[in-house]
């Protein structure tokens, strides 16, 4: 299973763009990226999932590169309840690795 | 409502005192797995079952067993809790490999 590298945190303000790039040099030709986002003690609930180029759903976007070797997940005018911590991960074959994430703190 | 449900959400127990820590899902998913998240270690694997009657060791298996006899229950067992295994626990399931996770509310143990 491919190892994931991401910023351990990130910092925003209300109404920003945010972009949190993961990378991920090991990927498998068959594996997908996905995010996931955790609030504290709560259970991790998936953003969003893609294969390559462009994935957009109504919470996020996820661009990633001819190569696969990185991904970005961009959350548009984020609210401070968009602070969270957030998980890339790369294929599954059953088995979630969850590395240690970004956590992003927003700011009013 | 698709949904993950665990019990207890909440447990504090001794040392050696067997307990089991339920898990089912409504949404006819193939695969579940265990997470126990610890401070400064993040979400950890514990098992995974692929389906009914087949299930695998995650990264942090010592000290758990798991059994999948029906495709909707996976129940996490632990025959002789010790406090290293104080942890929030956390129960999952996807539809197929590379699907959706859906999470359970996540069950606090405190193992005196």
């Known amino acids: 299973l491919a190892k994931t590298t991401q910023p351990i945190s990130m910092d925003s303000y209300e109404g920003q763009e945010v972009n949190i790039t993961c990378s991920h040099n090991?990927?498998?030709?068959?594996?997908?990226i996905t995010w996931y986002q955790q609030f504290p003690s709560q259970g991790p609930r998936f953003i969003i999932q893609?294969?390559?180029t462009k994935v957009t759903n109504e919470v996020a976007s996820l661009f990633i590169p001819a190569d696969r070797k990185s991904s970005t997940l961009s959350l548009p005018r984020v609210s401070l309840s968009d602070t969270a911590v957030y998980y890339c991960?790369?294929?599954?074959?059953?088995?979630?690795?969850f590395g240690q994430g970004t956590e992003l703190s927003v700011k009013p | 409502e698709a949904q993950v449900t665990q019990n207890p959400r909440y447990l504090i127990t001794v040392t050696g005192k067997k307990l089991t820590v339920t898990c089912s899902q409504n949404?006819?998913?193939?695969?579940m797995s265990w997470y126990r998240q610890d401070p400064g270690l993040g979400l950890r694997q514990i098992y995974y079952?692929?389906?009914?009657?087949?299930?695998d060791k995650g990264d942090v298996p010592e000290g758990y067993k798991v059994s999948r006899k029906e495709k909707r229950n996976f129940p996490l067992i632990l025959e002789s809790p010790s406090p290293n295994q104080t942890s929030l626990y956390f129960c999952?399931?996807?539809?197929?490999?590379?699907?959706?996770?859906?999470f359970g509310q996540g069950t606090r143990l405190t193992v005196v």
């Open positions: 090991n990927i498998a030709t068959n594996d997908y």
């Open positions: 991960l790369v294929g599954t074959e059953g088995k979630l690795i």
């Open positions: 949404m006819n998913h193939e695969y």
């Open positions: 999952a399931s996807s539809a197929f490999r590379d699907s959706e996770a859906f």
């Open positions: 893609g294969y390559k």
């Open positions: 079952s692929m389906n009914v009657e087949v299930t």
